[in-house]
């Protein structure tokens, strides 16, 4: 396996194929570097050399106990990048993990980054506050803890079976293989991770990250995404980047990177070569 350790001591996992461009893959909560399968065997066979990464609790990476908040996310990145040593790299994130790519990009990509991508992601920021009204109560992420705590392998079965990909839509025929990986994902990585990850993906403001990105970007989202309502997020996002892309999808979900891989990798492609 391919791992790096951080300086807190934590073991960090990571694919890396091919040759070319780099392009970085980020996976969303409560997954791992495999939800990219369809994205990562795509761009290397393209050309491009791919790396995903597990975030620490997650995946493959070590269960510790701490550092699960988006400065310890964006400084592992950091260190897997400088361990292999990635320039000109694009930078792709999916929930959770658009907001690891714009911490990292923000805080410690000067010089290595060339182009990034928030898809479906998290920031600016999830709950509703004072400056953010039209966010999602604490409730709802209240919620959620509690749920995982009461019985995390039902949770997440439900999460995946239903609003995750859309299949609790009226007319939607789910996927049992789709639900099955992500459940085996999510019960790859460590509970206490994916508890406090909650927190991160919920409550960090990525305002000043987002204002500070100079880098192309583009910002991808579904208008039907039941998990991270696309009027909060990426509208919101595009309006703080200096050089962001915004493209909307009618009707696509949350995991628009598994459900529409074919169009979502074409589009990724024309982003990353133009």
Request: aromatic share 10%.
């Amino acid at each position: 396996m391919s791992t790096i350790t951080t300086k807190d001591g934590v073991e960090i996992f990571y694919k890396d194929w091919g040759n070319g461009q780099p392009i970085v893959f980020h996976h969303g909560w409560p997954l791992s570097a495999d939800d990219w399968d369809a994205q990562m065997l795509f761009f290397v066979l393209k050309g491009y050399r791919v790396i995903g990464i597990d975030r620490r609790g997650h995946g493959r990476s070590s269960q510790v106990s701490d550092g699960h908040d988006m400065d310890h996310y964006a400084a592992d990145a950091a260190a897997v990048v400088e361990h292999l040593d990635l320039r000109c790299a694009v930078h792709v994130g999916h929930s959770t993990g658009g907001g690891e790519v714009a911490a990292y990009v923000a805080r410690h990509g000067k010089g290595r980054v060339a182009k990034a991508v928030l898809m479906s992601a998290v920031p600016p920021i999830m709950v509703k506050t004072a400056t953010n009204p039209g966010g999602l109560p604490i409730e709802v992420f209240d919620g959620l803890r509690e749920s995982l705590a009461a019985n995390r392998t039902q949770f997440y079965r439900d999460l995946a079976a239903g609003p995750f990909y859309g299949f609790n839509r009226p007319g939607a025929k789910p996927l049992e293989s789709v639900i099955e990986n992500w459940w085996r994902q999510g019960m790859m990585g460590g509970a206490k991770a994916h508890y406090d990850g909650i927190k991160a993906f919920s409550e960090t403001d990525f305002t000043k990250d987002l204002k500070s990105i100079d880098v192309p970007t583009l910002v991808m989202h579904g208008d039907d995404d039941q998990i991270v309502p696309y009027k909060d997020a990426a509208l919101l996002s595009v309006k703080l980047l200096k050089n962001g892309t915004l493209k909307i999808y009618p009707g696509f979900p949350h995991g628009m990177l598994t459900t529409h891989a074919d169009l979502i990798n074409q589009d990724l492609l024309t982003f990353i070569k133009a």
